[in-house]
């Protein structure tokens, strides 16, 4: 027997918050989740759905509310899917994320001595993307421009988004307001219909160069010189606009074409010493300020003296690789996605790094090769996608026994499930530190040390 039925309406103590942002109560020890309550809140709630293990209810009064609750500044943040916390003072944040990486830690790594730092936050957790990826629509007859609803392609038309740089808003709006007068029809994705599916606003935090991208459904584009016009009135300190050409019928947001129509190809950015020249499509982390401090503890946990053979696996445009080359004897870098290792080579030799090497490959593939061809790692780092590392290259770890391992990763579940494996196989974890790259949402990141016990 379940404790709640569908429709009651009761009033419930919320203990937790699931890793989307959720509050958690416990009804009788029955799980509800309840969008939009915070942990240590009484809350009536109306039950919406329940299911064998657990049930879903809407928030509808806040009885006892949070000393962390607080107004969230965003206009759409009811309905937009990019933010999940702002109700959450960034204090009430900081706590939330520490407890989900100790959390992970202990109940899925089953370690629960390993110490899990305070998150590095930011000063200002405000408007620190460096990259906005832009639909545009149209809704009711206008042309609407946004970003989109939580699992959905409907897009929460706003003016203004607070985690994005003030320019890319005033391009947005600008944009949205003359696209009619242009004559540049919004693509319609149920269609495929219309010209202009997205517009990409990337700005270098260290050298301000801006970059923005239209990404277009056809190649032929007259009103071209007309948005460029508009750009540079709006913005004038854009240094680059490109054309991306996108004919398919796909949710991913480049095509393969790139056109440069004014000013220059790249942008170029610095995180620390090391310059980075970006491309339209160039992977690149969205937060330098916090990329700087997570590069940095990466580089600290990897206690380099200037005589290690490092690998990177999972090195993206080599970003990691070449912060770690300026202090190690030499850094090979492994990146699943060409591009993005042409991108390593060209910025290893912008910084004369000569003491690296890229390749592109499946990790898990790559190492165990290196390792045959005699190139052997004295400190491991690797960074995978959220589905965290391949079981082919934990096996190659253990084999090979680098004698440190830096982990640096975006999602504590997967992270700690790797180092239970890591652990069992005879490393130590020695510290997690969490890192906040994406203030307001939900997401985590960590680096943990690990060293080979003797
Ligand atoms: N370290 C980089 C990128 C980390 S994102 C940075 O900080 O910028 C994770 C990267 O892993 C992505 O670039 C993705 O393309 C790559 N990747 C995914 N699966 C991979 C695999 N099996 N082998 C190597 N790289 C892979």
Redesign the pocket.
């Known amino acids: 027997m379940k404790p709640v039925n569908k429709n009651d309406r009761i009033t419930v103590h919320v203990e937790d918050l699931t890793h989307d942002g959720a509050g958690v109560a416990k009804v009788e020890g029955y799980p509800l989740f309840v969008p939009g309550a915070l942990p240590g809140e009484d809350v009536v709630v109306h039950v919406l759905k329940t299911l064998k293990s657990y049930g879903f209810a809407k928030l509808i009064e806040i009885k006892q509310s949070s000393p962390f609750r607080v107004t969230a500044p965003c206009p759409v943040f009811d309905t937009c899917g990019g933010c999940q916390i702002q109700h959450l003072s960034y204090e009430g944040q900081m706590t939330f994320k520490q407890k989900l990486v100790r959390d992970a830690i202990t109940r899925i790594g089953k370690l629960p001595d390993v110490p899990v730092h305070p998150v590095k936050g930011m000063e200002h957790p405000w408007r620190y993307r460096n990259k906005s990826q832009i639909p545009f629509g149209t809704q009711d007859g206008k042309v609407v421009a946004g970003f989109y609803q939580p699992r959905s392609h409907d897009i929460a038309d706003t003016d203004i988004c607070l985690i994005q740089t003030p320019e890319a808003d005033a391009i947005m709006v600008s944009l949205k307001k003359s696209l009619a007068e242009m004559g540049i029809e919004p693509y319609e994705e149920a269609t495929h219909r219309g010209m202009l599916r997205h517009v990409v606003v990337r700005k270098a935090r260290a050298t301000g160069e801006i970059m923005v991208v239209l990404v277009t459904k056809k190649k032929k584009f007259p009103q071209a010189a007309h948005a460029i016009e508009l750009i540079q009135a709006t913005v004038p300190e854009v240094t680059s606009i490109v054309q991306n050409i996108n004919s398919e019928k796909t949710n991913v947001i480049f095509g393969a074409e790139t056109l440069t129509l004014w000013g220059k190809d790249v942008i170029e950015d610095q995180i620390g010493d090391v310059r980075f020249e970006i491309s339209a499509r160039s992977?690149?982390?969205i937060n330098p300020e916090q990329?700087e401090v997570l590069?940095g503890q990466a580089l600290e946990y990897a206690q380099l003296t200037g005589k290690e053979t490092v690998i990177?696996?999972?090195?993206?445009?080599g970003?990691?690789s070449l912060f770690l080359a300026q202090q190690a004897e030499f850094v090979m870098g492994?990146?699943?996605?060409p591009q993005?290792i042409e991108d390593a080579k060209r910025n290893a030799e912008l910084n004369g790094l000569s003491n690296t090497l890229f390749e592109a490959?499946?990790?898990?593939q790559v190492i165990p090769r290196w390792y045959k061809e005699g190139k052997k790692a004295d400190v491991l780092v690797v960074?995978?996608?959220r589905k965290g590392c391949?079981e082919q290259?934990l096996r190659t770890i253990l084999k090979q026994r680098p004698t440190r391992v830096v982990y640096?990763s975006?999602n504590p579940a997967t992270l700690a499930r790797d180092l239970r494996i890591l652990e069992d196989g005879g490393y130590r974890t020695k510290e997690v530190q969490p890192v906040d790259m994406f203030p307001q949402s939900t997401h985590c990141e960590a680096v943990a040390w690990l060293e080979l016990a003797e």
């Open positions: 992977f690149y982390q990329t590069y990177d696996a999972y090195c993206g445009i970003t990691i492994v990146e699943i996605v993005a490959g499946p990790a898990e960074d995978p996608p391949d290259l640096v975006c």
